[in-house]
């Protein structure tokens, strides 16, 4: 099992340092800005609605193949026991993309990250959980001009809530007595500025 490990580890490592083509026209260096649209599913137990998402991030191609992202995410979810209230998670992430072909039109990647995520609710309660975990994507993006990229990903935040307010967002947290799981899945239509 080692010795698999061990040869995972190496092979990542030599695509990682393989030189990419340089080609200035389709150059993943420098600062970019992405938009996400898509939807979210979340787990059965918060018995809420799949929603729609949305994301905004900020990221700096610091490689031909590496880009750094920090990003804010929320989607809307409505009660599936009372239509008429809503629940929205917000997140704010910071992660590294990785594109396997960097200077071709057609480039797929993989994102991993960490996050932290509240999931508040719109009543008069005032409840705000808070958790923190892991994030990652796997996806491709068109690159349909110099400056600009349109792309679909999939993507998995694996996290628990273990922390709550009764005073919103701006309140202090306390511990919950037991997690609550908030692991998330979906897909999102991305459009990037290069």
Known sequence: MKWKMGLLVAVL??????PAAADDKNSNIGLKLNLGLGGQDVPASLDLEN??????SLGYGVSQ??????GMNGSDHVHELDKDRESSIVGVELGMQYKFR????????????????FLGTEDNTGRVLN?????????????????LSIGAEVFWKDFD????????????FNDLP????????????????H
């Open 13 to 18: 490592t030599v695509i990682a340092v393989i």
């Open 102 to 117: 960097p200077h071709e039109k057609f480039r797929p990647y993989g994102k991993f990250g960490l996050g932290t995520y």
């Open 161 to 172: 809530y273990t922390q709550f307010s009764t005073d919103g967002v701006d309140g202090d």
């Open 178 to 193: 037991e997690a609550i799981t908030g692991n998330t899945k979906g897909l999102m239509i991305n459009f990037t500025l």
């Open 131 to 147: 958790g923190g975990g892991v994030n990652w994507a796997l996806g491709a993006e068109y690159r349909l001009a110099r400056f």
């Open 51 to 56: 929603g729609g998402a949305a994301s905004l």
């Open 65 to 70: 193949r590496v880009t750094l992202w920090l």
